[in-house]
């Protein structure tokens, strides 16, 4: 009997030595998404593959990606952002934002997702007359929101009325309503399974056409060729280096699993898991790459 009192308590003694730690992982877009069903798959595998942390997805939408980031940025526990492309993009297109040296990158996790603009009242986007005004729904700050400032820089004779959503599926749903001209979404099932009716594809962003729908590029319609969206994995920039490759680490190996690889092919891209020590340079390289994309488009 005694043996057993004193097992009961050093267990209950161990017991925060054991614990696994709970680990908020921020996500700032639609929950309806592919790219959240890709996280889900991501997180799910990565919780199973490691006893030490239980990381659960958290949204915390708004701005574009800032409410998630500035959340990120604030809180004195450990918590992860996952957040795609615009992570980059808002900074450089709105004044009261963030400054991307607060985060450290651990993982890219899918690369180079197109999107397109979805129509269900013109085919092309070319189609447009010079005298109208092309409704377009975008998620201010974001990667679609990008879509529509680039094709505005870039060819002075069509003209876009931006209309800002908090993400894609809702701008889409008004679309398919018939309450806006068009709407900037990715190019994927989670997307397209909702056309019902006739549903034109104005184009797809980046070098490629893509599951039958052309390029802006192939169109004469120009800026577009390399924005396309990927996703990433931040911290905070002052965790301690070995932290954070633990972490990047578990992101890593999770992100190899089928259905994370399945989630992210069908939005067009590609699994792009590469090592650590390979982070600091591609995440330079995306803020270069980024500036010089949005270097003529004022900020607001």
């Known amino acids: ?78 918590s992860i952002l996952t957040i795609t492309s615009s992570y980059y993009i808002r900074p450089l297109l709105f004044k009261d934002s963030y400054s991307t040296d607060q985060l450290s990158m651990l993982n890219e996790i899918c690369s180079n997702q197109p999107l397109g603009i979805f129509s ?21 700050g974001s990667v679609t929101n990008l879509v529509s400032r680039a094709i505005l820089d870039n060819n002075s004779s069509i003209r876009l009325v931006e209309v800002g959503y908090k993400g894609t599926p809702e701008a889409t749903t008004d679309m398919l309503g018939g309450h806006l001209d068009s709407s900037v979404d990715f190019i994927g099932p989670s997307t397209t399974q909702r056309f019902t009716g006739n549903v034109y594809t104005l184009g797809i962003t980046g070098t490629h056409d893509r599951f039958g729908m052309k390029t802006f590029q192939s169109q004469g319609v120009k800026g577009l060729e390399h924005v396309t969206a ?5 911290v905070r920039s002052d965790l301690p280096a070995d932290l954070k490759r633990k972490l990047s680490d578990i ?23 590469q090592p650590y020590s390979t982070m600091e340079q591609i995440n330079a ?16």
């Open 230 to 234: 990927s996703q990433y994995v931040f």
């Open 251 to 273: 992101f890593s190996k999770a992100g190899t699993n089928s259905q994370t690889k399945l989630f992210c092919e069908q939005d067009g891209g590609y699994v792009n898991i």
């Open 1 to 78: 009997m005694l043996k057993r009192i004193l097992l009961s308590l050093f267990v209950l003694l161990c017991w925060p030595v054991f614990a696994q730690q709970t680990v908020q992982v921020v996500w700032p877009f639609s929950m309806a998404s592919a790219n959240a069903s890709m996280l889900r798959a991501l997180i799910e595998t990565a919780n199973l593959q490691q006893s030490e942390y239980n990381f659960v997805l958290v949204n915390k939408p708004g701005a574009g990606g800032a409410v998630a980031v500035q959340s990120v940025i604030s809180t004195k526990e450990l």
């Open 285 to 300: 390289t995306n803020i270069a790459r980024w500036t010089a994309l949005t270097k003529n488009i004022p900020k607001q």
């Open 120 to 140: 269900t009242k013109i085919k092309k986007i070319t189609d447009v007359p010079n005298d109208k005004n092309l409704s377009i729904g975008i998620n201010p």
